[in-house]
């Protein structure tokens, strides 16, 4: 059996974001393939991304992003996450990409591989990437423990009608205090017993602009 060491080297370890009941794994949020561009973009969700400065731009956190964005690119990357998931997540939830999104369908469909290795864990990826997501749902049918939530472009739009055609859900951005249905910014800017971005019955979980 490979040490937990061992296992951290070939993926690039795992991140824990403060919010989060769970671990997750991040990579760079320059990256993204969409969200690079809707980044220059005002009005989007990307415009002022929280994993575009702050700590991020701290030299050991950029290097430890672009580290697991290599290591994904490995063979040996799939298994050795499903090993160290296995070995560590003790919440039974899991988020991917608290920064950044996936890379191409070949990831995206090694999270379908992870997720129907893992049964037992609950995953939630929130993406941008919606003609992946497309593709990949054309080939294959998602696991039930994957959470795909699209997530609108725009700050007060939704991408509710595109997930519903693709059966995943949603999540949104509002300036509109009223709409918001994420709690953890009720409650310290933490999740606490709250699930909702995980659980598949839940269309759409709006979050509010900051």
Known sequence: MRTLKQLEE?????STPSKMPCYSYN????????????????????????ALKGRYLFRNVKDALTNRLEKLKQSAWKQAMIELIQRKEKSGVFRWHDSGDISSTDHLHMLFDIAEALPSIRFWL????????????????????LNIRLSAFKVDASAVEHARRLGVTASGVTTDKAKVTCVAYKQGGVCGDCRACWDTSVEEVVYPKH
């Open 10 to 14: 070939l993926t690039g370890s795992l």
């Open 126 to 145: 929130p993406t941008k990437e919606f003609a992946m997501v497309r593709e990949v749902l054309q080939q294959r049918n998602r696991p039930s423990n």
């Open 27 to 50: 990579t760079p949020a320059q990256a993204c393939k969409t969200g690079s561009i809707l980044a220059k973009q005002k009005g989007t969700v990307c415009a002022g991304c929280y």
